[in-house]
């Protein structure tokens, strides 16, 4: 009876470990995959924002339809053009007419607007020294193109402060990785610690080191997996609870993202689970056994 109650004992202790394990990994993956997905909502909101920068082309007065199509067709085609806008004189004024309410042609007697055409740029090109460039070559191949026009200024900041968010993330997330590991090889080395005088028993009747890791390590490796489901479940319901509160946040979620994260939270959490008890294992191998009382 006394043994049984004892077996029992040692096997709800063992369970016990386990579940500890299974909950701590769970929370680091979860926290790792907030961090992924911060990394990679920055990266969304990132191309967003600099996939509406653009810049303006202001034309002459006197431009013919026939040079308004070849520049509408050499803009068209570049590759640093998203999207391509022609406003005409008449739809310029009407803009600035709703915008103030008041018709600069009626106090002027004419309209002192130009023509021109809104670029918006695929988001590798929203840089202040390719805009200098693209600036250049216009105003170089077209007589008739009197200006461009883009906020330089806006745009170094704006390319700073994304370049100082993205080094943040990283910094956090290499800190966050290091804490995981050891949280996680902690954790694992607790459940061998409560294993230690088996593991040495084993070693003791001939059994070799990868015979006496392997079932360790195999059960390690599926409390990696249950704590990498729970982890997803759990970045799942924030996922939810974000979108139903936040406006705008679901079309910053892209599909393809979000199963890399999830796949990439599953591999993290066998990877660092197969590790940890390796190293966990191996300490307590080739151990004197009255070593094993004072570890």
Same mark, same amino acid.
């Given at each position: 009876?006394?043994?049984?109650?004892?077996?029992?004992?040692?096997?709800?202790?063992?369970?016990?470990?386990?579940?500890?394990?299974?909950?701590?990994?769970?929370?680091?993956?979860?926290?790792?995959?907030?961090?992924?997905?911060?990394?990679?909502?920055?990266?969304?909101?990132?191309?967003?924002?600099?996939?509406?920068?653009?810049?303006?082309?202001?034309?002459?007065?006197?431009?013919?339809?026939?040079?308004?199509?070849?520049?509408?067709?050499?803009?068209?085609?570049?590759?640093?053009?998203?999207?391509?806008?022609?406003?005409?004189?008449?739809?310029?004024?009407?803009?600035?007419?709703?915008?103030?309410?008041?018709?600069?042609?009626?106090?002027?007697?004419?309209?002192?607007?130009?023509?021109?055409?809104?670029?918006?740029?695929?988001?590798?090109?929203?840089?202040?020294?390719?805009?200098?460039?693209?600036?250049?070559?216009?105003?170089?191949?077209?007589?008739?193109?009197?200006?461009?026009?883009?906020?330089?200024? *806006?745009?170094?900041?704006?390319?700073?402060?994304?370049?100082?968010? /993205?080094?943040? !993330? #990283? &910094? +956090?997330? %290499?800190?966050?990785?290091?804490?995981?590991?050891?949280?996680?090889?902690?954790?694992?080395?607790?459940?061998?610690?409560?294993?230690?005088?088996?593991?040495?028993?084993?070693?003791?009747?001939?059994?070799?080191?990868?015979?006496?890791?392997?079932?360790?390590?195999?059960?390690?490796?599926?409390?990696?997996?249950?704590?990498?489901?729970?982890?997803?479940?759990?970045?799942?319901?924030?996922?939810?609870?974000?979108?139903?509160?936040?406006?705008?946040?679901?079309? *910053?979620?892209?599909?393809?993202?979000?199963?890399?994260?999830?796949? /990439?939270?599953? !591999? #993290? &959490? +066998?990877? %660092?689970?197969?590790?940890?008890?390796?190293?966990?294992?191996?300490?307590?191998?080739?151990?004197?056994?009255?070593?094993?009382?004072?570890?």
């Amino acid at each position: 009876k006394n043994m049984a109650k004892s077996k029992k004992k040692k096997h709800n202790s063992f369970f016990g470990a386990r579940l500890t394990s299974t909950i701590s990994t769970s929370l680091v993956l979860f926290l790792l995959g907030i961090i992924a997905l911060m990394g990679g909502v920055a990266t969304q909101l990132t191309h967003y924002v600099r996939e509406n920068m653009g810049f303006s082309v202001v034309l002459d007065e006197n431009v013919t339809d026939a040079q308004i199509k070849t520049l509408e067709k050499r803009l068209s085609a570049a590759p640093y053009a998203r999207q391509v806008h022609f406003i005409s004189k008449a739809d310029a004024l009407r803009e600035l007419y709703i915008e103030l309410g008041e018709n600069p042609e009626d106090l002027l007697g004419y309209n002192p607007l130009r023509p021109s055409f809104e670029v918006k740029l695929h988001s590798d090109y929203a840089d202040a020294a390719y805009l200098a460039q693209i600036d250049k070559n216009l105003r170089s191949a077209y007589s008739y193109v009197e200006n461009v026009s883009y906020q330089k200024g *806006l745009i170094e900041l704006v390319n700073d402060n994304l370049r100082l968010i /993205g080094l943040i !993330l #990283v &910094g +956090i997330a %290499l800190v966050m990785t290091i804490i995981s590991v050891v949280l996680i090889a902690n954790t694992v080395s607790l459940v061998a610690y409560s294993k230690r005088f088996l593991l040495h028993t084993m070693e003791l009747v001939g059994a070799t080191p990868a015979f006496i890791r392997r079932p360790f390590v195999r059960s390690h490796v599926v409390d990696g997996i249950f704590g990498a489901l729970i982890a997803n479940a759990l970045l799942g319901g924030v996922l939810y609870y974000m979108s139903r509160e936040l406006t705008g946040f679901a079309s *910053l979620l892209d599909r393809e993202m979000l199963l890399v994260i999830g796949a /990439g939270i599953v !591999l #993290v &959490g +066998i990877v %660092l689970s197969y590790l940890a008890a390796r190293i966990a294992v191996r300490r307590y191998l080739r151990t004197d056994r009255d070593k094993l009382y004072y570890m």
